[in-house]
């Protein structure tokens, strides 16, 4: 008699995309980050993405999300069908590299 297993793996990342630093954030000589949470859809799409927090408030976060948008994953299977990952976080850094 044979038995079920289940079989899962976790989404691994294909393509990451790096976020445009703002050009005012640039000239101002500011740097930064964005915490965001996300899930990843049967596709490999992330959705559903959050910002946590942002250190200045708010100078980053629509080039980050935007960044984390474009990501594309090879999505998480479970007994050989693709199903969404949640609760996923990420922390991207703006930093001018001086």
């Known amino acids: 008699m044979s038995q079920a297993r289940k079989v899962a793996t976790d989404a ?5 995309f790096a976020p445009r ?9 500011i740097e930064g980050w964005v915490s965001m949470s996300f899930d990843i859809s049967p596709t490999g799409k992330t959705i ?7 250190v200045p408030d708010g100078v980053f976060d629509h ?3 935007q ?9 998480r299977i ?3 069908e693709a199903v969404i990952q949640s609760g996923l976080e ?3 850094d703006f930093n ?3």
Do not use: E
């Open 67 to 75: 960044a984390l948008s474009k990501w594309i994953y090879k999505p």
């Open 48 to 54: 559903n993405i959050k910002v946590i927090d942002s």
């Open 96 to 98: 001018l590299g001086k």
């Open 78 to 80: 479970v007994n050989g």
């Open 12 to 16: 691994t990342p294909i393509a990451r």
């Open 21 to 29: 630093y703002p050009a005012s954030a640039a000239r101002g000589g």
């Open 90 to 92: 990420v922390r991207l």
């Open 63 to 65: 080039q980050a999300q």
